[in-house]
Each structure stands twice: as structure tokens, then as C-alpha cells.
């Protein structure tokens, strides 16, 4: 039985819909969606591939439906003598088609794509770039180092506008791999190595990355936000993020930092300026100044915070923090204290 046509005219529409949910701006990753000149070179690469993919297909389809036509001539099937018609011009159509063209194409696009794009998309090297950044990859979460300084962060890498940065990239455990794609190709993060890649944002703004390598349970809540800021701001924001955290003066707050620090959050977590120095989980000296918790996973916000410190494997289950049987004034002191942290 036919389906309707109001049914038949729903399926092409959710068939053409569904593929470009993916793109468009926004809180999204669209490496279509160019940001930087790396991105637009790997952007050209790939409608250049396409392009001739779509000729190739092309060609194939008008080839079939050529012989198709031809289907009833006379022709190798048939019981002659000798050399059968068209057998020749057969052979340089294979020779030609089936052979030399495929060569021309992929050794075209292997030295376009070798021989400029992964050049055009490279790191800066570090004598000629003004700002080099480490980036190391755990599970499931970055840590963002700014060699020079004794800013530590995570998740969220702060970057000025219209400057290369030399992006050195490692893990601290399994292989990761560090995209953010409308400014670059991937990098993978390989134990015992550096990786390098170049950020260049052309426009000011936040940039969605994402762990594009399988790490494990919470590989898709691996992300990372880049904000792209003028040199002004980016200067202002790091001088910031330099600071030790300020100590709470007394109060709620005062009673946080007491059980954080003779708690079992400082076996895990650092805090500049304090005792604590663990390296399980990020580094929370302004963990109040970050828009996300869990690596993009969920806003930062009050609610969120006391949920994370409570229940973090309901938010991320396998992620490496337990839940804290906390409640009433503990909590209320915990979250106090890391909502001072900015
Ligand atoms: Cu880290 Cu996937």
C-alpha cells in the first residue's frame, strides 16, 4: 500500500531536517561554520572534496545509465571471432576512468590537503607566537596551563583575538583528542608526548570543543568552552586568574574552606594560596569565575554546585569524585566557600 502523501511529504521533510539539525550558530560545533583561517582552509578542503565526490558520482551514475541503454547491442556477450566492437575504446574507459583518473584526483588532494592545509594548520612556533598554552587531557575533563604564569584552570581556555596560539597538548591518562571546530583541526593527546596545534580566532567569542577520541564512559561530556577575548580583557582575566584565591574572611564561607581543607575535597582538588594541592580533579582556585561544572556538562551555577558536591555520579556517573553525604549547614558552608572563589 502507498502512504499517503501528507505522510510520504513528513518523512522527506524529518530526512531533510534531521541532518541540518546539526548545523547553524549558536552553542554549537560546526567546523562549516569557520572562525579562523585554519578552519576556513580545512572548510575550502573539504567543499573541494566534496565537490568532486558529487563529479565522481556523477560520472558513475551517467555511466551506468549509458550501458544501461546499451544493454541490447551487440556486444562482448555474443559468441565472435576476433576482437569484439567497442572492446578497445572498453579498455582505455577502464584504463582511463578506473585508473589514472583516481591517481590524478587522490594525488591532487594528497598535496593540497599535505602540502598546504596541514601546513596552514599548524602551531606557531614558540619563538614567533606571544602566547603558548598547555592543555592536558584526564578523564573526563581539561586542565588549561599558561606556562609563564600560575594560571591554572580547566574547561574553559581564555585566548586574545587575532593571535596565534601555540596550543601544546598532553594527557594525564588515556588518549584523548582536543577539537574545537570552528578554529581548527584535531590534535590527539598520546601518553608521553606533546601534540601542538594553532588557535587563531578571527572574531571575539565563545568557541565549543569537545574530546573527539573515545576516552571512556564520559567521552561525550568532555568539553570545553575557548573564549576568544580582546588582548585588553585577555590581560585583565589572566592577571586575574594568577592571583592565589582570597581567603574567605570569616562567616559561612570561613567554615567551607575549614572543611574543605580537613575534608577529603584537598586530597583531590588545589586551591592556590591554600593547603590544598590534589591533582585528581581540576584546580578550583577561581572555580566561581567558570560559567560550567563537569567539563560543560552543567551550568555553574548554586543549585548546580550543591548538586555536583552531593550527587556527581547522577550528574557524570564514573566521573572520579564520589558523592558527598553532605546536607543542612555543611553544604551550605562548602557552596558558600566555592561561590567565593572567583
Ligand atoms: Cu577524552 Cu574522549
Redesign the pocket.
Known amino acids: 500500500m502507498k502512504a499517503p502523501r501528507k505522510d510520504r511529504r513528513l518523512a522527506f521533510l524529518v530526512f531533510a531536517v534531521v541532518p541540518l539539525a546539526g548545523c547553524g550558530g549558536g552553542d554549537t560545533q560546526n567546523s562549516l561554520a569557520p572562525e579562523s583561517h585554519q578552519a576556513k582552509d580545512i572548510a575550502s578542503l573539504f567543499w573541494w572534496m566534496m565537490g568532486g565526490a558529487w563529479l565522481g558520482l556523477g560520472l558513475v551514475v551517467a555511466l551506468l545509465v549509458w550501458s544501461w541503454r546499451r544493454r541490447n547491442r551487440r556486444g562482448w556477450g555474443d559468441d565472435v571471432e576476433g576482437e569484439k566492437p567497442g572492446e578497445k575504446r572498453s579498455w582505455y574507459a577502464v584504463v582511463g576512468l578506473g585508473i589514472v583518473m583516481p591517481i590524478v584526483v587522490i594525488s591532487a588532494l594528497f598535496v593540497i590537503s599535505d602540502l598546504f592545509v596541514i601546513k596552514t594548520t599548524q602551531a606557531p612556533a614558540s619563538t614567533s607566537t606571544k602566547l603558548t598554552v598547555k592543555v592536558i ?4 575533563w581539561w586542565e588549561i596551563r599558561y606556562p609563564g604564569t600560575h594560571a591554572v584552570t580547566a574547561n574553559e581556555l581564555h585566548i586574545p583575538v587575532n593571535t596565534p596560539v601555540r596550543v601544546e597538548v598532553g ?1 594525564a591518562d ?4 582536543f577539537w574545537v571546530p570552528e578554529l581548527n583541526r584535531k590534535i590527539d ?1 598520546i601518553p608521553g608526548r606533546t601534540n601542538l596545534v594553532g588557535l587563531d580566532a578571527e572574531k571575539t567569542g565563545v568557541y565549543r570543543g ?7 564512559v ?3 561530556h ?1 568539553s570545553m568552552y575557548v573564549f576568544a577575548e580582546t588582548p585588553s580583557a585577555f590581560r585583565r582575566w589572566l592577571a586575574r586568574e594568577e592571583k592565589p584565591a582570597s581567603s574567605p574572611g570569616g562567616g559561612l564561607a570561613a567554615e567551607g574552606e575549614r572543611l574543605f581543607m580537613n575534608g577529603p575535597c584537598s586530597s583531590c582538588h588545589a586551591i592556590r594560596g591554600t593547603d590544598a594541592a590534589g591533582y585528581v580533579g581540576p584546580d578550583l582556585t577561581h572555580v566561581a569565575s567558570r560559567t560550567t561544572l563537569g567539563a560543560v556538562t552543567i551550568p555553574n551555577d548554586r543549585e548546580n554546585l550543591r548538586e555536583w558536591i552531593v550527587n556527581s555520579q547522577h550528574v557524570k556517573p564514573g566521573n572520579q569524585m564520589p558523592n558527598f553525604d553532605l546536607s543542612g549547614r555543611k553544604l551550605d558552608a562548602l557552596v558558600a566557600y566555592l561561590e567565593g572563589l572567583k
Not at 587531557?137 to 573526563?140: N, R, V
Not at 588515556?174 to 583528542?177: M, P, Q
Open positions: 587531557g584526564h578523564q573526563w594527557t588515556v588518549i584523548h583528542s593527546t569537545q574530546c573527539a577520541e573515545f576516552c571512556g564520559q567521552h561525550a568532555m
